[in-house]
């Protein structure tokens, strides 16, 4: 269990009468519980609340006039989850569920169908299983370089696989892309979780189904996934996205902040796959230490 104190603090200047939506809020979801939390709007802003009942996805809506808005969330979340069997199977298309089934099929920032002649040359010879997801993971974590400002909010996975550059949720997309090529069933998710470099913000990794279970990976590697405190899950970005604006806006500030109140141990499974080849390094150096002696 980890337990995490997240804040979003948003501000905008309205220029013209604006619908928002809104998804900041912790989810409702199995793994984590919500000890407290708070929203707070400008005045003379009245919320109305809703959630998604297939992705436990949160939302609030209002309409706002022109001036200046305030959006403050804050919340207090526990995260507990188990590390997932090492031999975990894909499953075949035929037993894919009906609700998961759609995660399977091509969209817009994810277009499998698009990328499947290159995922099934680079992936579709190695054993399925979770370790095919691994192996997916580590490919994109080596070949794809993380680089802010690199994408917009339209660059889709394939875009990302020929420029060989991106964001986190660039690197979702991209596994997710992958992964479904490959008849896994696939989804985005977003959360709150400390990582120490680039700035604090959302951060976005994807799920696999194997098994019968989702299972979370992180193609960045910034942070263990099992921290993840999440707002949103969905087919890629255009589900999760923190804030929809219909109207004219104007962003001037944009603060997350993620306090964790545990300390982390030094391996976590599936959270960061480059300190698994920092071990593999430092075992190499002890070895050479020890031929040399």
């Known amino acids: 269990m980890h337990l995490s104190t997240v804040e979003t603090v948003l501000e905008y200047e309205v220029l013209a009468p604006t619908h928002f939506c809104f998804n900041l809020e912790a989810a409702n979801w199995p793994t984590q519980n919500i000890l407290s939390e708070r929203l707070a709007l400008s005045s003379g802003v009245s919320p109305r609340h809703f959630t998604d009942a297939r992705s436990g996805n949160r939302f609030f809506r209002f309409d706002a006039m022109p001036g200046p808005l305030l959006v403050d969330y804050k919340a207090e979340v526990e995260v507990h989850t188990e590390l997932p069997d090492p031999a975990l199977p894909e499953v075949p298309v035929s037993r894919v569920p009906d609700d998961i089934f759609r995660y399977l099929l091509p969209t817009r920032y994810c277009e499998s169908d698009v990328l499947c002649t290159a995922a099934q040359k680079m992936f579709g010879q190695l054993p399925p299983g979770i370790e095919r997801v691994r192996k997916i993971v580590d490919w994109v974590h080596d070949e794809i370089t993380y680089r802010p400002g690199s994408t917009n909010s339209t660059t889709t996975a394939q875009e990302v ?38 700035p ?71 959270s960061a796959p480059q300190l698994a080849r920092e071990e593999e390094r430092e075992q190499a150096q002890l070895d050479s230490a020890k031929a040399v002696a």
């Open 161 to 198: 696989f020929v420029q060989r550059a991106g964001v986190c949720r660039d690197f979702a997309h991209l596994g997710i892309t992958l992964c479904r090529a490959l008849n896994i069933p696939a989804r985005i998710v977003v959360g709150y979780v400390w990582f120490d470099e680039p």
């Open 200 to 270: 604090q913000d959302f951060h976005a990794v994807f799920e696999a189904w194997l098994g019968d279970r989702w299972v979370l990976f992180d193609p960045t590697g910034m942070a263990p996934v099992d921290r993840l405190v999440r707002i949103g899950t969905g087919r890629d970005a255009k589900d999760v996205a923190f804030a929809t604006m219909f109207g004219s806006v104007e962003m001037k500030r944009k603060s997350v902040d993620v306090l964790e109140h545990d300390p982390r141990p030094r391996h976590i499974e599936e």
